[in-house]
C-alpha cells in the first residue's frame, strides 16, 4: 500500500497561501484516482466472457459482506532495480495476462481506469465457470484498487500496490473482503481460502517472472478482522454468481442463439 | 511505509462522545495514528470523525476506516463523521461505507445525531 500516490506530493493550501475558500474551490489532488459514484454497474458485452451477473448490479463493500471479515497480504519482494511505478504500470497494462489458467479478466481497451468494470470467468472446478466482474474503484501510479459487486464471491476490495522499503521495491496484493453470503462463506471455509491464496500468490509469481525478478517468492499473511458473520446480510445468496452461472448457458450457446435467431 | 502526514486530535464531549479532528492525508500508513486517537477516545460510546482537515485519501485510507468501524462495532459505539467534502462524501457513498457511518453536514448536527 503506498502513502504517496498519484501526483506529486503539493504543498497544503494555508503553505501555499490559499484562502480556505479558495482551498476549497481546488480539487483534491486524489480527485482523477476515484471512480466516480456509481448506483449501479453498467457494462458492454466483450469478446471472450459471458458477461454476465455485473449488469444492474450494486457494489458490495466489506459493510455489505456477509462472513468473517479477512485481510489478506500477498507480497513479493521485487529487488532494487524495479520502480514501483513500472511494477504498476506493467501490472495495469497485462492485469489479464497474469492470471492463472482457466480464467479471464476482460477489461476495458484503454487498461484499468477510474470506473472500468471488467468482466470475469472464473473457474469453479468440475469445467464451471463462475462469471462477475469487478470496478476498478481506484486508480494511480503506484497502486489500483478494483471492488466487487453484488453476486460476487467476496464483497470488498482488493489493492495492488508498490512501494519502496528501504532499497527494496515491494510489490503486493491487499484482499479485504467477507464472504458474500452464506453458500460461499461455506466454499471459503471448505478450501476457497487455500484456493484464493495460491490465485494471488500465482499471479504476483508471473509478474515478478515478467518484470525479472530472480526466484519471485510470495509471503501471505492473513488477519481476521471481525470473527462475526453479518447475518442480516445472509439474503445475499440471492444474487450468488456462482448458482446464477449454474443455470446460464455457456457464451458459445448464447452467441450460437443468437445467431439462430 | 513512509511516515504519515496527518494529525489526529481527540475532543471529548462529556463521558460519551469524542471528536476525532483529522488534518491531512488519510492513506494505509496512518493506521498507527488512527488507532491511537481511537485508544485516547476510549470509554465513549459515540465517536465523531471530523474530516475537515482531510487533504488527500486513497483507497487504502477507506480501509483503515472499515478496520476502525469493525472496532468501533466490536466495542458497541456508534460511528459518526462530519466535514467531507462533495468529493470524499461521494467516495463514503461510492463505498457504500456511508450505510454504517452516519454523515453530517456539521459538527453541531453530528453531536445533536449521535446523542439523541
Known amino acids: 500500500m503506498t502513502e504517496t500516490a498519484g501526483p506529486e506530493k503539493v504543498a497544503s493550501a494555508e503553505q501555499i497561501g490559499l484562502s480556505a475558500r479558495e482551498a476549497q474551490a481546488t480539487p483534491p489532488r486524489d480527485e482523477a484516482s476515484w471512480a466516480r459514484k456509481v448506483d449501479r454497474l453498467e457494462v458492454d458485452q466483450r469478446e471472450g466472457v459471458r458477461g454476465t451477473n455485473v449488469a444492474g448490479r450494486r457494489l458490495t463493500g466489506p459493510v455489505q459482506g456477509f462472513g468473517k471479515m479477512w485481510q489478506k497480504t500477498y507480497r513479493m519482494k521485487a529487488g532494487s532495480q524495479i520502480e514501483p511505478q513500472h511494477a504498476i504500470a506493467v501490472w495495469k497494462e497485462h492485469f489479464p495476462e497474469f492470471w492463472p489458467k482457466g480464467n479471464r479478466f476482460a477489461g476495458a481497451l484503454t487498461g484499468i481506469n477510474p470506473g472500468d468494470v471488467a468482466l470475469l470467468d472464473l473457474a469453479l472446478g468440475g469445467g464451471v465457470k463462475l462469471s462477475t466482474g469487478v470496478f476498478v474503484l481506484y486508480a494511480d501510479q503506484e497502486s489500483f484498487t478494483l471492488m466487487t459487486p453484488q453476486g460476487h464471491m467476496f464483497a470488498g476490495w482488493i489493492t495492488f500496490s508498490s512501494e519502496k522499503e528501504g532499497d527494496e521495491t515491494i510489490i503486493q496484493a491487499l484482499v479485504l473482503m467477507r464472504a458474500n453470503d452464506p453458500l460461499y462463506e461455506a466454499g471459503m471455509i471448505m478450501g476457497g481460502h487455500a484456493k484464493e491464496d495460491k490465485f494471488w500468490a500465482a499471479t504476483l509469481i508471473a509478474l515478478g517472472q515478467r518484470l525479472g525478478v530472480p526466484d519471485p517468492q510470495v509471503h501471505t499473511t492473513t488477519t481476521c478482522v471481525d470473527s462475526k458473520r453479518q447475518w442480516r446480510h445472509a439474503r445475499n445468496i440471492w444474487h450468488n454468481s456462482a448458482v446464477r452461472s449454474v443455470f446460464q448457458p455457456p457464451r458459445r450457446s448464447q452467441k450460437a442463439s443468437a445467431e439462430n435467431k | 511505509m513512509s511516515a504519515p502526514a496527518i494529525t489526529m486530535d481527540v475532543r471529548r464531549f462529556g463521558d460519551s ?100
Open chain 2, 17 to 116: 462522545v469524542a471528536v476525532v479532528d483529522i488534518k491531512g492525508e488519510v492513506t494505509a500508513s496512518c493506521e498507527p495514528v488512527l488507532m491511537s486517537a481511537y485508544e485516547a477516545a476510549g470509554g465513549t460510546n459515540k465517536l465523531v470523525l471530523n474530516f475537515a482537515g482531510l487533504e488527500y485519501m486513497n483507497s487504502g485510507g477507506i480501509g483503515m476506516i472499515v478496520t476502525l468501524l469493525v472496532r468501533a462495532n466490536r466495542q458497541r459505539q456508534q460511528l459518526a463523521a462530519y466535514g467531507l467534502s462533495d468529493h470524499y462524501r461521494e467516495i463514503f457513498e461510492l463505498t457504500r461505507l456511508d450505510e454504517a457511518i452516519t454523515i453530517y453536514d456539521s459538527e453541531e448536527s453530528a453531536l445533536d445525531g449521535v446523542v439523541r
